[in-house]
């Protein structure tokens, strides 16, 4: 125990019957949010839970961190110690997921959501899998007003703004959100 970091995690949320859908293929909270548990040992903060936002890609480079060793530099993730040692402390402004939709029975239209998860807010763009600039539809949800994201108010007159803003966000991607103490 005293040389042993205990990581548990899912690899993905599930819907029971949320958005008239089953299992786990979307890009919704659902599909996407899950569970994430970490035990190091000399934890100053066992048992804190924290709203920072990490991804699964955070997790390897973390192990690598506390195992002492040195970090490759083509991750995409970030080690999230500095969280584990202060879990109020500020961290990245938003995570990132994606997931395809298939051609409908015309055989056209097949696409790729890029979602975006901030704090309060969840982006998701759906791109033609052929063409990315080529924008099929946008979807934003309100979480601190709708957490189950059952009302789409990206088209919403009053959010025009805050599209344009959550989409400047978007297209900076993950190395956009990664703390400003971290960015490398």
Known sequence: ?????????????????????????????????????????????????????????????????????????????????????????????????????????SGTGALMGYSMRTERYRLTVWVDRGDHTKVDAIELYDHQLDPQENFNVAKAPANGELVEQLMAQWRKGWQGAKPVLAKR
Request: aromatic share 10%; net charge neutral.
């Open 1 to 105: 125990r005293k040389n042993t970091i205990i990581v548990l995690w899912g690899d993905h949320g599930w819907k029971l019957g949320e958005h008239d859908a089953w299992c786990k293929h979307t890009t919704t909270e659902n599909d996407t949010n899950t569970a994430l548990l970490l035990s190091v040992p000399g934890m100053q903060h066992a048992g804190a839970k924290t709203k920072s936002i990490v991804e699964f890609v955070d997790i390897y480079p973390t192990l690598v961190e506390f195992a002492g060793l040195p970090l490759p530099s083509h991750l995409e993730g970030m080690s999230f110690k500095p969280v584990v040692e202060n879990p109020t402390r500020p961290w990245k402004t938003a995570a990132f997921s994606q997931y395809p939709r298939n051609a409908g029975r």
